[in-house]
Structure formats: C-alpha cells, structure tokens
C-alpha cells in the first residue's frame, strides 16, 4: 500500500507589537498575499517556491479552510546512466516540480501540509515561504498606500511561527536512543489567542507581553527524567520550539534541533493529492485531538469574521 506523510503544525501568525490575531487581518493581508502569484527564490535560479490553487473551502455546517499547493520547482540532474553494463556518462536536466497539500483550519489555527512525494516542501519550507510573502506584501502595499495619502493607516509586520506538532509517538522515535539529557531549549514566541497548556509558558510569555519582547528562551539544565521531558513537549507542541542536547546510547553527543520534532504521520494514498481529496485529509487530520483544540478567543474572533470568510469563497 503506497502513503503519503501528513505533517500537522501550528499557522501560529499575528501581527505588529500588539499581537493582532491572524484572521485581524485575514482579509487585508493573509488571503490577497497567498494570491499574490509570488515566488520565492533568485532570479533564474532554483529551486523556487509557489503557492496556487489558493481559496477558502466550506467543509461542514460553519467550518471553512484555506487550501492550496505548495510547490517547489527544482530539476533533477541526471550525470551518468548504464548502458550494456557500463557506465556512461549521459548529463540531462529535467525539470520538476514536487509539491504538498496544505489545509488551514481558519477557526483554530491549526494546518496540515501532506507530501506528495519524497522531495515535496516540508513545514520548514512553507514557514519561510509565507514569511516571504506576507512580508512582501505588506511592504508593497505599505509603500503603494503612502504614494496615495500620506494619512493613509499602515498594516501591520507579520510575526511568522508556523511550528510543527509532534505526536507522542514521534516524540518517542526522537528520543529512543537518548541515553541522557543534557539540556533542553525551549523558545518561545506570542500565541495567536491560544491558551498555554503549561503554566510555566503563561507565565513566560506573559513576562514578554510585559517588557515588549517577541521571543524568549527557557533552558532545563540536566534533567533525570526522559518521560518526564517527553511529557513537557507534548503538551507544549506547537506552542514553543524545542532544542535538546544528548547523549546517545553509544556515548556519542548530539543535538536534536527544532526542525527535528515534526509530525510524520502516515497516511494510505495510491495516486497524486488532488483538491477533492481535501475532505478525506480532513477526516484523517481531525482523529488527533490536537488538531480540534480551539480557545474561546479563537472562536469569538472566527465568528467575527465569518461574514467576511464567507465573501471570499
């Protein structure tokens, strides 16, 4: 049976020094940016990477998603084939383009990007992808509004954390072969109206509200207990970025960076992702809790704006 690797993640965005919740600004900066028909990467070079296919989908009674493909287009490089039991040198270019599927639950925040193939983007991509694009189009839209009228009311920078959401279990792969635990990292950055699930972040991030800082820094220093740090990162997944430091079984060190802890669950596909199994991802997607957990912020502030989604369907 063939799968494909689902990725589940925080779209954790908000915007300017007073951390407007991202669908504040959905309409003006998040929706028209995704469509924008920007690519990031250099002139003439590869691999770059697009967004098409962008627009809002209904799924249920009053749930709706942004949807979309990821796409990087890249070239495979062929330098030597064999012919008659010989190897020949044979330089070809193909071009290529490996994508994923992204749906964004517009009511809570949470997304799921779905790998088509091997070399398709991972979260990582998309997160420095959308980075790029919000801030472009800010700054382009910021800078065409000033031509037009000086008093003219600026939009907001964009503060981009798209974190991936590690299950338990790939939580437990991660950390099989840790013998101990030097020191574990954990940065943390403002929530899109989300509530911590441990005290300990609250009172952290309520600290940066209260000095104006948009990140900060929490180091464990040797902890004893590995089920007790593997609990921690559960319950904190997606709301702050992990950096650990080991020792392995065979005595070796090593770093375990932020990108590590990533969700790959997966999933049985036979063919290509194509837009209308957008539903059948969905279903899949919300069998883990993590992806329905909604604050009573976020809901308020969905229905708020659902007129709004609505109009852009």
Do not use: C
């Not at 098409?52 to 330098?79: P, Q």
């Not at 940065?187 to 109206?193: E, M």
């Not at 464990?220 to 997944?237: A, Q, R, T, W, Y």
């Amino acid at each position: 049976m063939e799968e494909k690797i689902m990725h589940l993640a925080n779209f954790n965005i908000t915007f300017g020094d007073k951390e407007e919740p991202m669908l504040s600004h959905f309409e003006d900066v998040i929706f028209p940016a995704f469509n924008a028909g920007y690519i990031r990467g250099k002139k003439d070079e590869i691999p770059s990477f697009l967004l098409n296919h962008v627009k809002i989908k209904k799924f249920d009674a009053e749930e709706y998603v942004l949807v979309g493909n990821y796409i990087k287009e890249t070239e495979y490089r062929i330098h030597t084939t064999v012919k008659n039991g010989e190897l020949t040198v044979s330089p070809a270019q193909h071009p290529t383009a490996p994508y994923s599927r992204f749906i964004i639950f517009l009511k809570n925040h949470r997304m799921v990007l779905v790998r088509n193939e091997n070399a398709s983007p991972d979260i990582r991509s998309f997160q420095k992808t959308v980075r790029f694009f919000l801030s472009k189009y800010v700054r382009e839209f910021n800078k065409e509004e000033k031509k037009k009228n000086k008093d003219y009311v600026k939009l907001p920078k964009a503060n981009v954390n798209i974190v991936d959401i590690p299950l338990r279990e790939d939580i437990e792969s991660i950390l099989k072969n840790v013998k101990k635990i030097d020191w574990v990292t954990l940065r943390f950055f403002p929530l899109n109206n989300d509530f911590d699930q441990l005290p300990m972040a609250s009172a952290v991030r309520a600290e940066m509200k209260k000095i104006g800082s948009s990140s900060a820094n929490a180091k464990f220093n040797s902890p004893d207990s590995k089920e007790g740090i593997k609990e921690m990162l559960v319950h904190i997944g997606g709301q702050a970025a992990p950096t650990i430091r080991v020792t392995n079984e065979n005595g070796e060190k090593d770093t375990i960076k932020e990108d590590s802890f990533s969700s790959n669950k997966k999933i049985p596909f036979a063919r290509d992702i194509l837009s209308e199994d957008d539903v059948y991802l969905i279903g899949i997607a919300q069998k883990e809790s993590i992806i329905n957990v909604t604050s009573s912020e976020n809901i308020a502030w969905y229905k708020r704006i659902l007129p709004i989604i609505r109009s852009l369907l």
